[in-house]
DNA sequence: GTCTATAGCATGATAGAC
DNA sequence: GTCTATCATGCTATAGAC
């Protein structure tokens, strides 16, 4: 063949990568496969010797999206010094909320996941089970933690709605304070 | 002329209803024009003599959101018996996650509204200030008021991309329980 | 005001050359 | 594996008949 064994698995991992930043900014459902495909330097017809369809390429995606950013909020359960604290402080900052290619699948996607098939929803369920039940353990609360990932996510939605800078930051860091408030009482 | 007075007006109206809720459930830039003209038993060429442009049609659906639903949940202030808490529960309710097309904007338009003009963003933005504010006086709270908001966004946001209705109810029951307990602390 | 017809462009996906 | 070319369809928006 005229390209190395590996080519391939790169030219799809490149295309997942910038895939997830360019659907998170702009919307999948809006973006055109040429659009994903021109953003590596290739050419919309290359696409379909990676991906069946654009929904397979949605599912692909979002399940690296879990892989990356849920596993990343869960926290190592090797290293016990952490803190949920610690992380919900970095969710909540203007950086994520400024940055949203960067940033959580969630506030993004949410809606375009929630009208996806029933397998993707399925990844995206086990996915935030899994973050519940290591947050829920940290804080000794089941209610608490999925109270959290909800707080965490709405507060990036709604802080990226708003055409102030100003207001922005002041949701977010209202969100903070209530945060830290209140797990005083919840956690141990 | 052909049609009567109120005619284009009633047109209009009915226009706006369907779309609001067709955008809702299914996303608006993902429904072309022709969508929402046959949802009112129209035909798409029609669409061009009450807006514009596909554009205009969002910004008068979205002021049309505001003024229903964020108003709604802001209170009536010449009811101070009526609670934050009741407004939260039924926010926070299965019927509004499972029924997208006659809920909240935020939780299903939220990302397209952070990707629309500065315009849209900063009438959102005076709605979700003024809600701030009426929750704000009744909590006795600025940083609880905005971090409801967030809660209640975030909880259907997430309570809507997962596949099992289970796992869903739990979400919004954890997320109901949370704010109860919080609130306790909160409130006056 | 609404219709049909259409321009003009973008889309998802396929076919065949290299 | 990637290219160009293309099909078939979808889209936003406009033009002109009624």
Redesign the pocket.
């Known amino acids: 063949?005229?390209?190395s064994a590996t080519?391939?698995q790169?030219?799809?991992e490149k295309?997942l990568d910038s895939s997830r930043a360019i659907a998170k900014k702009e919307g999948f459902?809006?973006?055109?496969?040429?659009?994903?495909?021109t953003s590596?330097?290739?050419?919309?017809?290359?696409?379909?010797?990676?991906?069946?369809?654009?929904?397979?390429?949605f599912a692909a995606m979002i399940e690296r999206e879990l892989d990356l950013s849920t596993e990343m909020l869960a926290g190592d359960e090797n290293a016990p010094q952490d803190h949920v604290a610690k992380r919900l402080r970095s969710y909540l900052s203007t950086y994520h909320a400024s940055h949203p290619e960067e940033g959580c699948v969630l506030p993004t996607l949410g809606p375009e996941i929630a009208r996806s098939s029933p397998q993707v929803k399925a990844r995206v369920e086990r996915s935030l089970k899994r973050l519940q039940g290591a947050w829920s353990e940290r804080l000794g609360n089941d209610d608490a933690a999925w109270a959290l990932i909800a707080q965490c996510v709405g507060a990036l939605v709604v802080a990226r709605v708003v055409e102030s800078e100003r207001t922005r930051q002041e949701i977010l860091a209202s969100s903070r304070r209530f945060l830290e408030k209140t797990q005083q009482d919840v956690q141990k």
Chains 1, 2 share one sequence.
């Open positions: 063949m005229r390209y080519h391939k790169e030219t799809r295309l459902d809006s973006t055109g496969v040429d659009t994903f495909m590596i330097g290739l050419t919309g017809g290359a696409f379909y010797s990676h991906f069946g369809s654009k929904g397979e390429l």
